[in-house]
């Protein structure tokens, strides 16, 4: 029996269960994945506090480390559902049941998808939603970014490091994106810019080989050869196995208050997967912190 257990090992889950475990709790976190979540596959982050420059997949192992250090125990399966019965939760993975006297849920989003006609068939074949796992397979050769918040232009920038030229496709002529990486991304001579469009349609035989582009403002419609498309159009909260526990709202995210509790007592969630404004890697350990303490709090 866990005081505490984390379902998805991000930067918010795994501040939860550095809290819990130095609460004096017996704290579990089970990840599907590897630990560090979407941080895993962000190549460079420069604006987490302390860090002036660090690559995803160090950031997650120095969490990890940390949090495994202090004794929590790691689970690497899938979580399927949570029931609670007489004040005690069951977690079901894909391999077993767990049972603890709390649950948080942490268990971020996924990346949006186009959703036209031949993503499905060019996934993994042209069409990439990861720059830093991908985008070596794209030396030398030309991509497109699709997108026009951080995410898209942080990892425009790394592409540019690889790739021939990076063209970041936008819906709209302004970017979403903090004004300092617009600015820097324009220091770039290689990436280029196509504004007001959006990709209709992904085109090729075996892999991706163009694309079929619509400029919004004149609806005219063109072909463009292209190697590859990174896609960072926004984000889909987890939470479709979690339907039947009545704390999700109409947008798929989870509702909480400010101590992160659901609706269900005991039961907590926090970071990306919550109703929030801001999703970062700060503000994720801000609210994991939280969490943690207010189960210790519940448990207590
Ligand atoms: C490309 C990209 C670049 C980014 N760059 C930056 C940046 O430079 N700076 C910054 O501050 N933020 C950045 N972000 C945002 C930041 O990564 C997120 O805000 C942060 O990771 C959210 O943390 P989280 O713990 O809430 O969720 P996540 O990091 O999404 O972690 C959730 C974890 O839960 C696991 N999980 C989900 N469902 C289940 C299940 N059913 N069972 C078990 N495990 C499950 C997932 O596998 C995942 O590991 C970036 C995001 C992306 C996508």
Known sequence: MFDILIIGSGPSGMTSAIYGARSGLTVGIIERGAPGGAMVTTASIENYPGFSKIDGATLSMNMFEQMT?????????EVLSIKKDNDIFTVETNYAKYDSKTVIIATGTMQKKLSVSGEDKFTGRGISWCAICDGSFYKGKDVIVVGGGNSALEEAMYLASICK?????????EFRADSMLVN?????????????????????DKKLEKVLITNLKTNED???DIDGVFEFIGQTPNTNWLSELGIVGENGFIKVNSEFETTVKGLFA????IDKG??????????????????SHYIK
């Open 222 to 224: 063109y072909l463009m």
């Open 184 to 204: 820097k991304a324009k220091e770039f001579d290689n990436i280029k810019y196509i504004l007001s469009s959006t990709i209709k349609e992904f085109l090729g």
């Open 165 to 173: 030229t990076v063209y970041i496709i936008h819906r709209r002529d």
């Open 69 to 77: 250090n202090l004794g929590v125990t790691f689970i690497g399966e």
């Open 278 to 295: 801001v999703r970062q890697i700060a503000t994720a350990v801000s609210d994991g912190a939280i969490s943690a303490l207010s189960a």
């Open 270 to 273: 926090c970071g990306d997967v």
